[in-house]
């Protein structure tokens, strides 16, 4: 197994990219478009798994920092300190280009790193979605300020951007709406800007993740909560595994075996994530629609969890970029 077709534009497209031609197989890049969310904040532990996957120890450097978070969660708001650097999902497209060629024939193997999937269905864990809308902030000294608040009906969520503006997230129900019931941010929003369709902001999972010749990858195989704010982070992370994966495949290990590894470890990262959501869900207000996010959050919990009993215990360790059977690393 030598040539690998990859479907997507995205991170995990771009990770998966640079570690498979980096242990010298051949890949093919399919893009595929869709509108770009114009801000992302990377975490610093996120932006350092990207400079290490992507040999880029200065990553972003120049970028706008992010130094505090000011957070209101079912209490009185606090100011924790914060390290986080912001970008655009265009941002890291140019950023991280990658080498594609063109091979001639038919592809050994496909890692889907975007939607569509060659069959299966994604399942959701909740009904909530999200509405964002660029802002005016009041005053620019809110530059290097994120912050979060739970209000009755949800919660919003601001993120500074360029000269004084910023974007405003809102789940759970109009974004005016939310804000009119907001005190901890409704007070730096000087206007708002038109918002998007709202779009579906609860954890998911594909199943199958994976057939004969193919596995998926990225948000198109699993999708995290944005209260999370991890999201191209678990991108790289999956990226890392499917390369190993696909790398240990054409190896000469054994595909059944690798595959199902590679499904029984996403399950497990959306059952934590579930869990990490419901602890969320279950302190940030106590009416009826957060008792029925918290409630769908622990559905997925056990969902998952049954998925997770009739699976072997994991059979392989990541060592780098490489799987190792789990015997021999110990
Ligand atoms: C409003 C918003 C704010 C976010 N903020 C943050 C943040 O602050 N920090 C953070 O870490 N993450 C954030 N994320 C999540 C982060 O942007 C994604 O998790 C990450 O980009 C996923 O990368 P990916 O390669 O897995 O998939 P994607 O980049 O989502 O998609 C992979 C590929 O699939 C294509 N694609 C996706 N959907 C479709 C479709 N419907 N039709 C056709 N093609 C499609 C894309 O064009 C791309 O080529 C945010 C997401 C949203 C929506």
């Known amino acids: ?10 991170i995990a497209a771009r990770g998966c990219a640079h570690i498979l031609t980096g242990v010298g197989l051949r890949v093919a890049i399919e893009d595929t478009h869709r509108p770009s969310v114009p801000t992302i904040m990377l975490s610093d532990p996120a932006l350092g798994l990207i400079r290490s996957v ?4 200065d990553l972003f450097c120049d970028r706008p920092r992010i130094r505090r978070r000011l957070v209101a969660w079912g209490g009185p708001a606090v100011t924790v300190p914060h390290g986080a650097t912001l970008t655009s999902e265009a941002g890291v497209q140019a950023a991280l280009p990658v080498s594609s060629e063109p091979i001639d024939g038919p592809t050994d193997f496909t890692i889907h790193a975007a939607p569509p999937l060659p069959l299966g269905e994604m399942r959701i864990f909740g009904e909530r979605h999200a509405i964002a809308a660029q802002i005016r902030l009041r005053d620019p000294a809110g530059a290097e300020e994120a912050r979060i608040e739970a209000v009755a ?67 198109a195989a699993l999708g995290f909560d944005p209260i999370c704010g991890d999201g191209a982070a678990q991108s790289v992370r999956e990226a890392i595994l499917a390369a190993a994966v696909v790398t ?29 959501c419901a602890q969320f869900y279950a302190n940030g207000g106590g009416g009826d629609w957060w008792r029925a996010q918290h409630d769908a959050l622990m559905d997925g919990h056990r969902y998952c969890t049954a998925l997770l009993a009739k699976l072997p215990e994991p059979r392989f360790l990541l060592d780098g970029f490489r799987l190792v059977p789990r015997q021999a690393a110990a």
């Open 1 to 10: 197994m030598k040539h690998i077709a990859i479907r997507g534009s995205g």
């Open 54 to 57: 992507f040999d880029r120890p």
């Open 153 to 219: 009906d949800g919660w919003l969520y601001l993120v500074p951007g360029q000269a004084g503006t910023g974007w405003l997230l809102g789940v759970g129900g109009p974004i005016d709406a939310l804000l009119g019931q907001s005190v901890l941010i409704a007070p730096v929003v000087d206007a708002m800007g038109a918002a998007t369709t709202p779009f579906l902001a609860v954890p998911r999972l594909h199943l199958p993740l994976y057939g004969a010749d193919w596995l998926a990858c990225g948000s």
């Open 248 to 276: 240990a495949i054409a190896e000469g290990g054994d595909r059944e075996e690798l595959l199902s590894h590679y499904q029984a470890m996403l399950i497990a990262a959306m059952r934590r994530h579930l869990l990490l």
